[in-house]
């Protein structure tokens, strides 16, 4: 029997199980070591921010430390126009309603593999990543690319956590203007809600229907205080008024101390008068 030969495939795309293709990732020219990405494309159905487009995002794993966003766009690119990349530290929704921070109020980045999101900006370009040869790596450090790592990694990390107070003040100043123009937003619009929502002569209070996807705004607090006063009218209204005897008995002592103080008032007021010389009985 003729022993059977194996053919290897070159210039093939490596897919394994899940779906995901296997992308050579080599850190320079002259490295005999080689580091494998999994990329395939990012297909979710909870996903709906424009951020990432079902059509032209692809989703990447077992990212290196050593490959910051600019050098997995360089890494990318060529195999089309790159919109934007996005690290992470675990797959996740993107945040495309949260604010963006300043790079001075970011915490400390965790050291470590990542998962990517790379928008292209045409759809074919997935395709071409996910046909790209598995023993064809992409070089990271080029001469037109170089990647520090290393002591002098550390070296360029010390230096830029270093803050120019220009900078900072800058930065501040920017917030703030945003914070205090999003806190008139506010209160105008709580104040036009205040005037919307003003009770009738019957107590019907007019309310309006928000725009789609609103979240439910919270009360102010002369709605709160109006609510408060509704529901203790209400609740002494339902009261069973003088229906055992120690409630008639509390009752009665708490009118004649009231008609007590009021002669008390009155003695003063008529002193007062008298005192001043215009005591007007009528």
Known sequence: MAPSKKKHAKNQASVIPGGFTV??????????????????????????????????????????PYCSEDVVKDLFSQFGSIQSVELKDHPGSSQEAGPKLSKFFKPAEKQGFKVGYVVFQNASSLP??????????????????????????????????????????????????????????????QKKEAEEEQEDEEGWVKVTRGHKGAKARPHSEAANQRTLQREITKKKRKELLNFYTWQHRNTQKEHIAELRKKFEEDKQRIALLRAQRKFRPY
């Open 23 to 64: 992308l050579s990732l080599q850190f320079s020219s002259d490295s005999a070591a080689r580091h494998s990405l999994y990329v395939k494309e990012h297909r979710v159905r909870a996903e709906k921010s424009s951020h990432r487009p079902l059509d032209r995002t692809l989703f990447v794993l077992n990212i290196p």
């Open 128 to 189: 071409a990543v996910k046909s790209h040869p598995h023993d064809v790596p992409l070089v990271v450090c080029t001469e037109q690319r170089p990647v520090k790592t290393g002591l002098q990694k550390w070296i360029q990390q010390y230096t830029d956590s270093f803050i120019q107070p220009e900078q900072l003040q800058q930065k501040v100043d920017s917030f703030m203007e945003d914070y205090d123009k999003h806190k008139e937003e506010e209160a105008e619009r």
